[in-house]
């Protein structure tokens, strides 16, 4: 008698409900013919998520959430869903690093780019070679290390060493020598004068 008292006490009763045809929400049985009248006139089911969304902001609501987008970088349609993608990975004009030089262009050019930015070559302080970039890090670890994991350094042989050639001393001034000369031009000058002169009043007095 008492669980009959109890189960019929409205107070612990559970309130029916019923699922609305529209938009398969569960509402009290008391307010789903209400509900269903103003549902089926107001809201409308969205054919790509299935929300339900007020018919008067459906084409808003479908713009912002499910319209294509237009890139602006390679001017292709893409659906909305495929955006982050397209525009991470996909799209062939988005900027890109080289991995060599770290100049920053199009997707589309960075293959021939670094075909020939990775044949540049760089001198290995270590092994004094000249390294193609593409190569240096298979360089390092190969060359470099030795199996028990610490540089090596004598891997090649050094360069030979080039000494620059002794400095010539400049010879000196013969500043003596050629003031005897100059002086020994003037005696010899002076005695031919005076030979000349003798000779030619020798002359005049015959």
Request: charged share 25%; net charge negative; with cysteine.
């Amino acid at each position: 008698m008492a669980a009959a008292g109890a189960d019929s006490d409205p107070a612990t009763a559970v309130p029916a409900v019923s699922t609305c045809a529209h938009c398969q929400r569960e509402i009290p049985s008391s307010n789903i013919d209400l509900h269903s009248v103003h549902c089926a006139c107001n809201l409308q089911k969205c054919q790509h998520c299935g929300e339900m969304v007020p018919r008067k902001l459906m084409d808003e609501h479908y713009d912002e959430n499910h319209a294509p987008m237009n890139c602006t970088l390679c001017k292709e349609t893409i659906d909305r869903e495929s955006w982050d993608l397209h525009k991470s990975e996909k799209c062939p004009q988005r900027m890109v690093a080289c991995e060599y030089c770290e100049f920053e262009l199009p997707a589309i050019d960075l293959n021939e780019h670094q075909d020939v930015c990775g044949n540049r070559t760089e001198h290995c302080q270590t092994c004094r070679k000249y390294i193609r970039l593409r190569e240096w890090i298979g360089h390092e670890m190969q060359c470099h290390t030795n199996s028990n994991g610490s540089a090596e350094t004598s891997r090649t042989i050094p360069e030979r060493e080039v000494r620059p050639p002794a400095p010539v001393r400049p010879a000196r001034p013969a500043h003596g020598s050629q003031h005897k000369r100059l002086l020994f031009t003037i005696a010899v000058t002076g005695i031919a004068v005076m030979v000349g002169s003798i000779l030619f009043q020798r002359d005049e007095s015959f």
